[in-house]
Structure formats: structure tokens, C-alpha cells
């Protein structure tokens, strides 16, 4: 078992930054990947960015360029910067894990709110 705590949700004006964080309560080191998903209200959940226990990273194509997906092994924390936000980038954004069985853990999610 593993929970997940999402951090640093929020509103922001189009253009802005955002840095979102997902503390982990044990050690993240060799979990397949971990990564961020988000669901905007009428839609499904979407990945946003992965890194797997290699260090490879993939976005989706909308993040590309504007999203930094990145973790810290010792802090068993993983992040997202978020720059150049969009209006369309308004959701709630969950943090993810898969563990070495497949296994999919989640976080409660936390709200990221781009106004225009």
C-alpha cells in the first residue's frame, strides 16, 4: 500500500506557473512510474506526464514544451511545473503510481484553475 498527497493546486491567470507536488508515503525508487493525469469536469482523466524508474519522461502532446515532470527519489516526492497555463489546463490533476505488480495508486487530487 501507498497513499499519495497532492500539493500546490490553485488559481492562476493565463500565462502563469504552477508547481504541484505528490508526496508519496514510502519509497517511489523502482515503482514502474509514476506520473500526473488530470479530468476536466465532462471529460475523462488524461495523462498529463510520466517518468518511469528510468528517468524517461512523456508528456501529452498539449503539455509539450509548457509541463516539467520531475522527482526526487530521497523525498519520495514527485512534481509537475506548469508553465504558460491555458484556460484549457483547468482541472483536477491526480497523482499516479504503478507499482511492480500493475497496480495503480491515486491521489485525492487537487484543483488547478487557469482563468482568462
Known amino acids: 500500500q501507498v497513499q499519495l498527497v497532492e500539493s500546490g493546486g490553485g488559481l492562476v491567470q493565463a500565462g502563469g506557473s504552477l508547481s504541484l507536488s505528490c508526496a508519496a508515503s514510502?519509497?517511489?525508487?523502482?515503482?514502474?512510474?509514476t506520473g500526473w493525469y488530470r479530468q476536466a469536469p465532462g471529460k475523462q482523466r488524461e495523462l498529463v506526464a510520466r517518468?518511469?524508474?528510468?528517468?524517461?519522461?512523456n508528456y501529452a502532446d498539449s503539455v509539450k514544451g509548457r509541463f516539467t515532470i520531475s522527482r526526487d527519489n530521497a523525498k519520495n516526492t514527485v512534481y509537475l511545473q506548469m508553465d504558460s497555463l491555458k484556460p484549457e489546463d483547468t482541472a483536477v490533476y491526480y497523482c499516479?503510481?504503478?507499482?511492480?505488480?500493475?497496480?495503480?495508486?491515486w491521489g485525492q487530487g487537487t484543483q488547478v484553475t487557469v482563468s482568462s
Open positions: 499516479n503510481l504503478r507499482d511492480v505488480l500493475g497496480f495503480d495508486y
Open positions: 514510502r519509497s517511489i525508487f523502482g515503482v514502474v512510474a
Open positions: 517518468i518511469t524508474s528510468g528517468g524517461n519522461t
